[in-house]
């Protein structure tokens, strides 16, 4: 069973979880945590390079429990980044993409169980903003999973020979782990199956803000109705390694 973090049930909260969390932030060089909790615009911390964002990413071929990191070979990142939402509010679950004031610098990484191909594959991304910006994309997801609630149509392709709709049937807000960065958010979204039409799937998304960074979460499984969570492994993997590496 998958124990992830964001899943429609409960989500931990060990304390001491939460102060090894809080003492890697403190000790850390590259975490900001300059940023409010509330989510309001931080005026300080720069956005960190691509070389910064590259060193505090897992690595291709990183082993995290039963999964291993890979790379979007082909695309360079997940295919969802060039979706588009409807209403254009949704836009943020879609994915983490704007053309107003986007990120500086990003990196992708896939993980998924060798031994499962079918099963949870995650889509890890980390995105440094300059000084507000995350901020306001986490107010944005926040926005987009109030008006959402009831579902969403997601096109994918570009032209009209091409395109698939997908339809989104709810978005569920779900509690978001503790302990990292300055905020975080995790949903999950149920949709209804683009090859199968009386069949639901569900994918969970989780965000973190640290500083003038995302990181975020996005988990799906091919062949199982519901998988469950973010896996808790990935999440804290990424997570220790974002705040104890510098460049």
């Given at each position: 069973?998958?124990?992830?973090?964001g899943?429609?049930?409960?989500?931990?909260?060990?304390?001491?979880?939460?102060?090894?969390?809080?003492?890697?932030?403190?000790?850390?060089?590259?975490?900001?945590?300059?940023?409010?909790?509330?989510?309001?615009?931080?005026?300080?911390?720069?956005?960190?390079?691509?070389?910064?964002?590259?060193?505090?990413?897992?690595?291709?071929?990183?082993?995290?429990?039963?999964?291993?990191?890979?790379?979007?070979?082909?695309?360079?990142?997940?295919?969802?980044?060039g979706?588009?939402?409807t209403p254009?509010a949704?836009?943020?679950?879609?994915?983490?993409?704007?053309?107003?004031?986007?990120?500086?610098?990003?990196?992708?990484?896939?993980?998924?169980?060798?031994?499962?191909?079918?099963?949870?594959?995650?889509?890890?991304?980390?995105?440094?903003?300059?000084?507000?910006?995350?901020?306001?994309?986490?107010?944005?997801?926040?926005?987009?999973?109030?008006?959402?609630?009831?579902?969403?149509?997601?096109?994918?392709?570009?032209?009209?020979?091409?395109?698939?709709t997908?339809?989104?049937?709810?978005?569920?807000?779900?509690?978001?782990?503790?302990?990292?960065?300055?905020?975080?958010?995790a949903?999950?979204?149920?949709?209804?199956?683009?090859?199968?039409?009386?069949?639901?799937?569900?994918?969970?998304?989780?965000?973190?803000r640290?500083?003038?960074?995302?990181?975020?979460?996005?988990?799906?499984?091919?062949?199982?109705?519901?998988?469950g969570?973010?896996?808790?492994?990935?999440v804290?993997a990424?997570?220790?390694?974002?705040s104890?590496?510098?460049?």
């Amino acid at each position: 069973m998958n124990k992830g973090y964001g899943k429609h049930a409960v989500v931990r909260t060990m304390a001491g979880a939460l102060c090894c969390a809080a003492a890697l932030t403190a000790c850390a060089g590259s975490a900001d945590l300059s940023g409010p909790a509330d989510g309001r615009p931080a005026s300080g911390p720069r956005p960190l390079t691509q070389s910064a964002l590259n060193v505090r990413a897992l690595s291709p071929g990183e082993a995290v429990g039963p999964y291993r990191t890979g790379e979007f070979t082909v695309s360079g990142g997940p295919l969802s980044d060039g979706y588009s939402a409807t209403p254009s509010a949704c836009q943020p679950l879609v994915g983490l993409t704007s053309v107003r004031g986007g990120p500086v610098a990003q990196v992708h990484r896939r993980l998924g169980d060798p031994a499962k191909p079918q099963g949870v594959a995650v889509a890890v991304q980390l995105r440094a903003y300059e000084a507000g910006r995350a901020a306001e994309v986490m107010r944005e997801l926040r926005t987009a999973g109030a008006e959402c609630r009831g579902g969403f149509a997601e096109r994918r392709g570009s032209t009209a020979g091409d395109a698939v709709t997908a339809r989104y049937t709810a978005v569920q807000k779900l509690p978001a782990p503790a302990g990292f960065g300055d905020e975080a958010q995790a949903y999950r979204l149920s949709l209804r199956d683009v090859r199968d039409a009386g069949r639901t799937t569900y994918e969970y998304l989780t965000v973190l803000r640290d500083g003038a960074s995302l990181l975020s979460f996005r988990a799906e499984a091919l062949a199982a109705a519901d998988p469950g969570g973010v896996p808790k492994d990935v999440v804290d993997a990424q997570w220790e390694k974002w705040s104890t590496t510098s460049e």
